[in-house]
């Protein structure tokens, strides 16, 4: 017995790419080689219900089914379409005016038809998704804690005394933020009211530009300025996002801007853009400062890290926050990021062996949703506190502001829908959030009894390095919610 299905079986099955001879080939081949034989093939007997030929159908995966008498003569052969039409009259099964009757409003279905009212369980969830995403964003730094305004000490010993510096005007580090608003005219006056969009970004500044007369804090202050401009000058005042400048665009544009200032000097960088209409961030990043996205989910493993030590859900005190992206960092080797940098006007060849350009920036874009909370930071923050801890300190955060108060979800995701960060007078805003990272990491980093994420990696490199990296430390905080703003 031979079926179309056996035909295109064939064709399709081990066929060599680039071959032009092999559809000649298999038509000049025997129809046996093709054909299943007699003692294959699947049958039904004439006195057998349409049910039953229906059921042998479905269980053998095949459309027809040849018709067998008792005495082994094929009476005939039925197929699946001959099982659709039956018990339709001639008038029922074509011509045109049985066409026209029936057919002609049935074809092409509405632009804008939608499935049906969906389960109850999924009311929620698709909502969420038929609705703008805001972020409520919030920003603190530290300099290095040994640092003054001719540099850096090596050590505590050497820094003495002295309080740890706390001038942020000391900090290599440079950050930038910026908040997409459109104003309303009521008659009398313009509101300007929150976007559904915002850019952010920081960047790392090398200090020991210093040992060569140069300020290591110009050009990553240069960098992030020049994000900025880029930004403005394609959105401009007429508020236009149409399509939304990519963060690779911006940083492209501002390392541009920097080379022609001849602005000396070098640094790591990450911009990330929110963008609430397409529930996603997208983000460029090089070298080794980041981003790491946390989110309530309902798993035990902590995102992409999947780490042994991870906490257990019962253990996490009733809290489902979890990590769900980490960003990667770019290293040439231990401790030597990838930067931007620009050895000044003559010597383009050299700074073009020496640094990194936007061609080689990590981007990629994460889905976000209501109550995500997405920390950027240098590494001053990263290699001093570990992610878990990190993931933590953000659990105390939301349990300050009601998020989680009494394991109370409905309130929760209430808030969220009204763009609540800070709730309750003890609460802390993503200020006060990013603030106490710093002030962290700074402890972290002053530790020697306690292996940092930087102590670990120096010994995975068999360099023989215990507690923390005293470093400057940047952090921006933004906070994921349904509305710009509402009342509690």
């Known amino acids: 017995m031979l079926t179309s299905r056996d035909l295109l079986r064939q064709y399709g099955k081990d066929r060599p790419e680039e071959d032009p001879d092999y559809i000649k080939h298999l038509e000049s081949t025997p129809i046996e080689v093709f054909m299943t034989p007699l003692s294959k093939v699947v049958f039904c007997r004439p006195d057998e219900s349409v049910r039953t030929v229906r059921s042998v159908m479905a269980k053998v995966g095949v459309k027809a089914l040849p018709i067998m008498s008792k005495d082994g003569r094929v009476e005939g052969i039925v197929t699946s379409r001959d099982i659709t039409d039956f018990g339709l009259e001639a008038k029922d099964k074509g011509g045109k005016e049985s066409y026209l009757k029936d057919m002609a409003g049935r074809v092409g279905m509405m632009a804008n038809a939608s499935m049906a009212e969906p389960p109850v369980h999924m009311e929620s969830a698709l909502r969420a998704l038929n609705t703008q995403l805001f972020v409520n964003v919030g920003t603190a730094k530290l300099p290095h804690p040994f640092k003054t305004s001719d ?62 007369g140069v300020d290591p804090r110009e050009f990553s202050r240069a960098l992030m300025e020049g994000c900025r401009d880029a930004l403005v000058k394609q959105i401009g005042n007429t508020q236009s996002t149409d399509t939304l400048p990519r963060p690779s665009d911006l940083l492209r544009e501002a390392h541009e801007t920097v080379k022609e200032r001849d602005v000396v000097g070098s640094s790591t960088a990450c911009v990330m853009l929110f963008d609430g209409r397409a529930h996603q961030i997208n983000f460029s990043n090089l070298g080794d400062s980041g981003i790491i996205v946390l989110r309530h989910i309902d798993s035990s493993v902590a995102g992409v890290l999947k780490r042994d030590r991870v906490l257990k859900r019962e253990e996490k005190k009733g809290s489902d926050l979890r990590v769900s992206f980490v960003s990667q960092q770019q290293l040439k080797s231990f401790n030597h990021p990838y930067q931007f940098g620009w050895l000044g006007k003559g010597n383009e060849e050299d700074s073009s062996n020496s640094f990194k350009s936007s061609d080689d920036l990590c981007t990629s874009s994460i889905h976000v949703r209501r109550g995500d909370i997405i920390i950027m930071a240098t590494d001053g923050l990263f290699d001093n506190v570990d992610v878990d801890d990190i993931t933590s300190v953000v659990q105390i955060w939301e349990m300050e502001n009601g998020f989680v108060s009494g394991n109370d979800l409905a309130a929760r995701e209430r808030r969220w829908e009204k763009g609540i960060t800070k709730g309750y007078k003890e609460g802390r805003s993503p200020d006060d959030l990013a603030m106490y990272l710093c002030e962290l990491a700074r402890k972290r980093s002053l530790r020697d009894d306690v292996d940092s994420p930087f102590a670990m990696l120096a010994k995975e490199n068999d360099i023989m390095w215990s507690g923390g990296m005293p470093d400057d430390c940047t952090v921006i905080v933004a906070h994921v919610v349904g509305e710009p703003g509402g009342k509690k």
């Open 151 to 212: 540099g850096v000490a090596g050590n505590k010993r050497i820094h003495g005394a002295r309080e740890y510096a706390t001038d942020v005007e000391l900090s290599e580090d440079a950050e930038f933020i910026w908040k997409g608003e459109a104003g309303t005219d009521n008659g009398t006056s313009t509101t300007m009211q929150p976007q559904p969009y915002a850019w952010a970004g920081v960047a790392d500044g090398v200090g020991s530009w210093r040992e060569y």
